[in-house]
């Protein structure tokens, strides 16, 4: 597993600003994703982030509203663009680490902690 | 949209009792892989199935997987009161979405002292 630490753990912020929320891994990691997780909600994808390139968004997540950065292997931050309450939620980080078992490789992804945002 | 659909969306035990928890999916996936969150914090990741496998077992937890049905299950066996918490599958469908979890909406389990 790794050992994954997201920075600031919550807060509570006013509407119409923004808020960078930074994801710290103890080892180098190619794949990290963003996950929103709304009250109430399962997890939702919003991005991944792979170092070197620009990060890719799904459906309904827009890289103006949710800029990412990935700067090197070990970190990657997530800035909420312009906050409605609409975007109080849960922010994950997780990373994908590779497995041998059985002579086959597979891929487990683990999470921070996450980041909880109330938005007023 | 969220692929998996978990039952029972709530689930209430007591002390060891056995709890199992369902989870369907609509596409082909590489595997599924179930975690377990506390009170809204981090999602704990619990066991990996890959595609290839039908069952697995890591403690007192017992994952089952029907590729054909595209239907899972977690057992966990001898329940704890600590074992409360919120549960979910996610399916990584690999391919062009390698890496990238869907997740079912999730059982809340409560075992109770």
């Known amino acids: 597993s790794a050992v994954i630490s997201q920075k600031p753990s919550r807060d509570i912020c006013q509407r119409g600003t923004s808020l960078t929320i930074q994801c710290q891994v103890d080892?180098?990691?190619?794949?990290m994703f963003w996950y929103r997780q709304q009250p109430g909600q399962s997890l939702t994808l919003i991005a991944t982030?792979?170092?070197?390139?620009?990060?890719?968004?799904e459906s309904g997540f827009v890289i103006d509203k949710f800029p990412i950065s990935r700067p090197n292997l070990t970190f990657s931050t997530l800035t909420v663009s312009n906050m409605s309450p609409e975007d109080s939620s849960i922010y994950l980080c997780?990373?994908?680490?590779?497995?041998?078992?059985?002579?086959?490789?597979?891929?487990?992804?683990?999470f921070g902690p996450g980041t909880r945002l109330t938005v007023l | 949209s969220q692929q998996g659909e978990e039952d029972p969306q709530a689930l209430s035990i007591q002390e060891g009792e056995n709890a199992t928890m369902n989870c369907s999916y609509k596409t082909s996936i590489n595997n599924l892989q179930w975690y377990r969150q506390n009170s809204g914090r981090g999602l704990v990741h619990l066991i990996l199935i890959r595609s290839n496998e039908r069952e697995k077992h890591s403690g007192r937890l017992r994952v089952t997987l029907d590729t054909s049905k595209k239907s899972s299950s977690l057992l966990i066996t001898a329940s704890r009161a600590a074992d409360t918490a919120s549960y979910f599958c996610a399916t990584d469908a690999g391919g062009t979405s390698y890496g990238k979890l869907t997740f079912g909406q999730g059982t809340i389990l409560t075992v109770h002292p």
């Open positions: 997780s990373v994908e680490l590779w497995s041998l078992s059985g002579g086959s490789s597979y891929n487990e992804q683990f």
């Open positions: 080892s180098q990691v190619t794949m």
């Open positions: 982030a792979n170092q070197g390139s620009e990060a890719t968004y």
